[in-house]
């Protein structure tokens, strides 16, 4: 079945500094990934889509130079949380679609638990 | 606003019965439905998807029914069994993102315990 691979699981990092959390498809091809932001007890939050060769497009309220996304190629999106602050703290999931179909599942990653200090 | 309703946070039930969540949606006209399972500290998993012509779909233990009058999903565990605990999450199709791509917007979920 479809892989979508997130790395790192976890990370702990200071206040000020940037994390960079990297999304694979490992056995697909994916032009288009999401990013999902989720805390405790809160449903799934989509941040931005990131598509392959263009730039993301980001939710309503999502600041885009403080959570830059790169999709350099079809099986890798990175998402950079910059200057990350303890409110930044969060569970961070990517997903994909193996197909670009409306009704095609997403398949996710098992996220990345940001811990700023 | 568009707003999705998992009305339970959680749900405990003995194991063997069957578990059944509620999802329930406003301002949607969605085409289809997906729930998902979700583990702690671990990403959602697909379980079903329902398309709004569809009443009913099963896979093994698993039924999921939808009402596109009601706007209502009801998601069924039978026989249900401890390691049926985890976090329900029901989804709805909404925008479309670009690159021949729909988004998901997810309810809250509900955490279900089976306990033996």
């Known amino acids: 079945g479809a892989v979508v691979s997130q790395h790192p699981s976890r990370v702990i990092c200071k206040s000020g500094t940037s994390v960079k959390i990297e999304c694979r498809s490992l056995d697909f091809q994916a032009t288009t990934m999401f990013w999902y932001r989720q805390f405790p007890k809160q449903s799934l939050m989509l941040m931005a889509t990131s598509n392959e060769g263009s730039k993301a497009t980001y939710e309503q309220g999502v600041e885009k130079d403080k959570f830059l996304i790169n999709h350099a190629s079809l099986t890798l999106s990175t998402l950079t949380v910059t200057s990350a602050h303890p409110e930044d703290s969060s569970f961070y999931i990517c997903?994909?679609?193996?197909?670009?179909?409306?009704?095609?599942?997403?398949?996710f990653g098992n996220g990345t638990r940001l811990t700023v200090t | 606003s568009q707003k999705i309703e998992q009305n339970s946070e959680a749900l405990n039930i003995q194991e063997g019965k069957t578990a059944t969540l509620t999802c329930n949606y406003t301002?949607?006209?969605?085409?289809?439905l997906q729930w998902y399972r979700q583990d702690p500290g671990r990403g959602p998993v697909f379980l079903l998807l329902?398309?709004?012509?569809?009443k009913e779909k099963r896979k093994e233990r698993l039924k999921v029914t939808f009402d596109t009058t009601l706007k209502q999903s009801l998601f069924h565990i039978t026989a249900s069994q401890p390691a049926d605990s985890a976090t329900y999450l029901c989804?709805?199709?909404?925008?479309?993102?670009?690159?021949?791509?729909?988004?998901?917007?997810f309810g809250k979920g509900t955490k279900l315990s089976v306990i033996p």
């Open positions: 989804a709805l199709d909404s925008r479309y993102s670009g690159a021949g791509s729909y988004q998901l917007t």
């Open positions: 329902i398309r709004e012509n569809e």
């Open positions: 997903s994909a679609r193996t197909l670009g179909a409306r009704d095609s599942p997403l398949h």
């Open positions: 301002n949607y006209s969605p085409a289809y």
